[in-house]
């Protein structure tokens, strides 16, 4: 068995779970982070984090950090930590290419006494049941017995500043007892939260995907009672406000559900259940739901303007916010794209402004020209704030008193506002 201090870490997959990771073990061990990206490597050779996870100053000064594109420079790490991107098809069914491509590059590289832990989030079983028989097919080494096996959920929350990777408690799990507690110990050495050693590496999967699809399906809730109290024209947030009174009321606010984790993870669960014989009825639903709440919200507004007597066809929209979450740039899976292709059908004309975008890649992706720079408001007919990023709840909307105003996060006055979610 390996020993703590003969620990060589390769990080594979770079984005924002694998880069903080890195950084955080590199204070312990010598690390080399993998991305099959050039760009992205190259990015971070200069100190540069497109994610704005880590800064510079982090990057650049520590001794035991490298980072590469080659494949062959990981050959000499013996614990390889997998961190790549799990995302569903156009059909909402996962799609595990990049972790099966990550697992046969993992293989290459395998020796005798490796590790192998997977921090991506899957259904229960996808890693004893796909990505072992990958690496044992490629190496023509045994899981258990030449190598060792763990997964380890990732925990982390893109653009909390509060709760940094080694504050989060981590669940960690091995494919035999001694596997589990030696992959335990390497974690508890960086994680000062502490670690919880599940029994199983399924047990661990399922603690994993369970976390998110909790939270879709009570988003799911208070969107529901948010439709429900539009008809009886009631606002939410002071229901919300009332309710959350009482000491065990759950927090949670209306709004839209896009993102790598929460608008994704529960297809993961949903995909399994149904392999089994089991079909799931309230995750599924809640998808559904939170699904279509960007096309209400569309709706929603030009109905607002209609009953303004404002012009719909040929009018002028700005959607504040396209990331899937606040102070972040991530847009992946962001639902706010919903909103626009629905305004966009009323042959609305859309602009969008997103301080913490980068508009290259939304152009790329979406084939969208993201402003660069804040508009002058007055020049609107709707206005929709979609994401909560602090710059915009002190944004000055005075001037937009005879168009619509939207706000789908609740940050902005009451008295401001249209309506909002």
């Not at 990080?11 to 694998?18: E, K, S």
């Not at 899981?143 to 504050?167: L, Q, W």
């Not at 639903?285 to 719909?312: C, F, H, P, Q, W």
Request: proline fraction near 4%; glycine fraction near 6%.
């Amino acid at each position: 068995m390996l020993k703590i201090d003969e620990v060589k870490i390769a990080v594979v997959g770079l984005g924002y779970v694998g880069l903080p990771l890195a950084v955080e073990f590199a204070k312990r061990w010598p690390v080399i982070g993998f991305d099959v990206s050039d760009a992205r490597i190259s990015c971070l050779a200069r100190g540069v984090d497109s994610t704005r996870e880590v800064s510079r100053a982090v990057l650049m000064g520590s001794d035991l950090l490298s980072f590469t594109s080659s494949k062959h420079e990981i050959a000499g790490a013996n614990f390889f930590v997998v961190t790549v991107p799990t995302p569903v098809d156009t059909s909402n069914k996962p799609d595990l290419t990049s972790l099966l491509d990550a697992s046969r590059t993992v293989a290459n590289c395998l020796k005798k006494g490796s590790f192998v832990v997977y921090e991506s989030t899957v259904f229960p079983g996808a890693t004893e049941e796909l990505c072992i028989p990958v690496l044992e097919n490629a190496s023509g080494l045994k899981c258990g017995v030449d190598f060792f096996c763990g997964y380890s959920p990732e925990r982390i929350n893109p653009g909390d500043k509060s709760r940094g990777i080694s504050d989060i408690i981590k669940v960690t799990s091995g494919c035999t007892p001694e596997a589990a507690l030696f992959i335990d110990r390497v974690y508890s050495e960086i994680i000062t939260a502490g670690t919880f050693r599940a029994s199983s590496i399924k047990v661990a999967e399922a603690s994993k995907v369970i976390e998110n699809t909790q939270r879709d399906i009570n988003i799911a809730l208070i969107n529901e009672l948010s439709l429900i109290f539009e008809l009886e024209q009631i606002d939410t947030y002071e229901v919300l406000d009332a309710a959350g009174t009482k000491w065990n009321f759950l927090n949670f606010k209306p709004g839209l559900v896009g993102g790598h984790c929460i608008g994704v993870d529960p297809y993961y669960l949903a995909q399994k259940a149904q392999e089994v014989g089991y079909h799931p009825e309230i995750i599924l639903s809640g998808r559904r739901l939170n699904d279509s709440m960007g096309r209400y919200v569309a709706t929603e507004v030009v109905k607002l303007m209609m009953r303004k007597d404002i012009k719909v066809i040929d009018s002028r929209v700005l959607i504040l916010g396209f990331t899937f979450k606040e102070d972040c740039p991530d847009f992946r899976n962001t639902r706010v794209i919903d909103i626009y292709k629905e305004l966009k059908s009323f042959e609305m004309n859309v602009d969008i402004y997103d301080p913490w975008i980068n508009t290259f890649e939304v152009k790329n992706e979406y084939d969208i020209d993201v402003l660069i720079e804040q508009p002058e408001m007055s020049q609107y007919s709707a206005i929709i704030l979609a994401v909560a990023h602090q710059k915009f709840s002190k944004i000055d909307i005075q001037s937009t008193k005879n168009s619509v105003v939207y706000d789908v996060k609740g940050i902005l006055p009451k008295q401001n506002v249209d309506a909002r979610l």
